[in-house]
């Protein structure tokens, strides 16, 4: 019973995406620069005539290139959108490409704590009105990886924020959270049967 509710909990941290987290103080800032350059490069990756991807042979590699710069649900949204496999074959999907942050521009980088910063860019252009780009990054495993990426648009007509971005994060760290209190109401059922 035990090992049950041990594995429960575990399990619960999983969903929540709680990890072991570094808790130096001499990590610094995260490389902006460098994680931009890595996401644009694998954005924007060279393609044959028939949008076949020339540097990767399946979907399942390119999504570890990106897990290596961003959170798995980031990784998975832009996989999924930009990219499939056909035929044995990855495809780039045509379509507009995601915001980027402008390096002529200035932004704004925010220190939430230790092992998160917010950075935060206003722009305007044809296509998307006035919008706001925001990136939080998040110091996990050794180094700094994008946690989310999102678009506000300020012109919207139904006057709410629209993000560039959507993951299934809130919805994982609610059913993490119901394992993690199923375990923890396991646990406690336990020790009253054994007092």
Do not use: C
């Not at 709680?18 to 990756?45: T, Y």
């Not at 649900?73 to 045509?94: N, S």
């Not at 230790?114 to 935060?120: F, V």
């Amino acid at each position: 019973m035990f090992r049950v509710i041990s594995a429960l909990v575990v399990v619960g941290l999983l969903f929540l995406g709680i990890n072991n987290p570094v808790h130096a103080e001499d990590h610094g800032k995260p490389p902006v620069e460098e994680l931009e350059k890595q996401f644009d490069q694998l954005i924007e990756l060279e393609t044959n005539k028939e949008n076949e991807v020339k540097k990767y042979d399946s979907i399942d590699r390119l999504e570890q290139e990106f897990k290596s710069i961003m959170v798995w649900p980031l990784a998975d949204h832009y996989v999924d959108t930009f990219f499939e496999e056909r035929d044995g074959k990855l495809i780039k999907i045509a379509r507009d490409g995601p915001v980027r942050l402008l390096d002529n521009k200035d932004y704004t980088l925010e220190k939430i704590n230790e092992n998160h910063y917010k950075l935060t860019q206003p722009n305007e252009n044809n296509m998307r009105g006035e919008y706001t780009l925001t990136i939080h990054y998040k110091y996990e495993a050794g180094k700094w990886v994008f946690a989310d990426r999102m678009n506000h648009v300020a012109n919207d007509s139904s006057g709410g924020e629209m993000p560039d971005t959507a993951t299934n994060l809130p919805l994982t760290m609610a059913l993490g959270s119901t394992v993690m209190l199923a375990g923890g109401l396991l646990l406690v059922a336990r020790k009253r049967v054994n007092a």
